[in-house]
Each structure stands twice: as structure tokens, then as C-alpha cells.
């Protein structure tokens, strides 16, 4: 798999301070959805698209790369937990809803996909008590909860 085609749009960044358990302290994280990329494949459907997340948790930076179908199937976790996550839900449902049914890469639709996945994830860390839902989604140890 080789990355073909990354675009990169500007977006905003929201933050959220977190009450460590442990400590009483604060965490501040910080996340934002900046950009999205091509990514093609030798598997049959050819290329599929792949979601920048980056989250400053204090001073450290993580960055990652997930597909739709990863926040997808985060999502069903936290469908269980529902009442808590009541926005974060509505935000993945009207996401869902507009969705192509099939393999989209035309640029304007991953542009308004990518600014849906990241108001999906803003509802999930305010919806949050601790960022252990977010730490986990993104493949993080996380200390602050």
C-alpha cells in the first residue's frame, strides 16, 4: 500500500480539560481532524480514503491515520453507553446517513466527510468524564483517566 494523495485542510482544534483520578490534576488534551488522505491499494477496490487525527495530551503530540470503518466500529463500542453519549451518537448518525454506499474519493465529499468525523469526535470528548474512550479509539496508554 503506498499513500498516493494527501490533502491538506485547515480546521479548527477544540481542547478539553480533563480531572486526572489519580493525581486531582488537570489534563488538557487537544484534538483536531486536519486532513485526509488517498491511499491506494493492490487489494481489489483499488484505494480507499484514511482520516488524519492528532491529539496533544499536555506537551505530547500523537498522530494517526484511521479509515471510516475504524470509527465505525469504535462507534458500535460506544453505542452500548448511549445515554452518555447522546450528541456524540446524533453527530455519527447524521454522518452516517449522508454517507455514499459506495467507494467515494471525489474530494469535496472527503472534505465535508472529514469535517463530520471531526465534529463527531468534538462530541465525544465533551461528552466525556476522561479521555479514556478517546486514548482507546486511538490506540493510546492513557494516564489521565
Known amino acids: 500500500m503506498t499513500q498516493d494523495?494527501?490533502?491538506?485542510n485547515r480546521r479548527e482544534s477544540f481542547s478539553k480539560a480533563f480531572r486526572c483520578r489519580k493525581c486531582g490534576g488537570n489534563t488538557q488534551v487537544l484534538l483536531m481532524l486536519p486532513s485526509y488522505?488517498?491511499?491506494?491499494?493492490?487489494?481489489?477496490?483499488g484505494a480507499h480514503?484514511?482520516?488524519?487525527?492528532?491529539?496533544?495530551?499536555?506537551?505530547?503530540?500523537f498522530e494517526v491515520w484511521r479509515r471510516y470503518s475504524e470509527f465505525?466500529?469504535?462507534?458500535?463500542?460506544?453505542?452500548?453507553?448511549?445515554?452518555k453519549y447522546r450528541n456524540c451518537i446524533c453527530s455519527w448518525e447524521v454522518l452516517?446517513?449522508?454517507?455514499?454506499?459506495?467507494?467515494?474519493?471525489?474530494?469535496?465529499?472527503?472534505?465535508?466527510k472529514c469535517i463530520m468525523l471531526q465534529r463527531?469526535?468534538?462530541?465525544?470528548?465533551?461528552?466525556s468524564g476522561d479521555p479514556a474512550a478517546l486514548c482507546h479509539f486511538l490506540?493510546?496508554?492513557?494516564?489521565a483517566s
Not at 480514503?49 to 503530540?61: I, K, L, N, P
Not at 465505525?72 to 445515554?83: D, L, M
Open 5 to 8: 494523495d494527501e490533502r491538506l
Open 37 to 45: 488522505r488517498i491511499v491506494k491499494s493492490k487489494l481489489p477496490y
Open 49 to 61: 480514503a484514511e482520516y488524519h487525527v492528532v491529539v496533544t495530551v499536555e506537551q505530547e503530540t
Open 72 to 83: 465505525k466500529k469504535f462507534v458500535q463500542g460506544v453505542a452500548s453507553e448511549e445515554p
Open 96 to 112: 452516517d446517513n449522508g454517507r455514499k454506499w459506495y467507494r467515494c474519493l471525489d474530494t469535496n465529499y472527503l472534505d465535508m
Open 120 to 127: 463527531f469526535l468534538k462530541n465525544l470528548v465533551y461528552e
Open 139 to 143: 490506540g493510546l496508554t492513557c494516564s
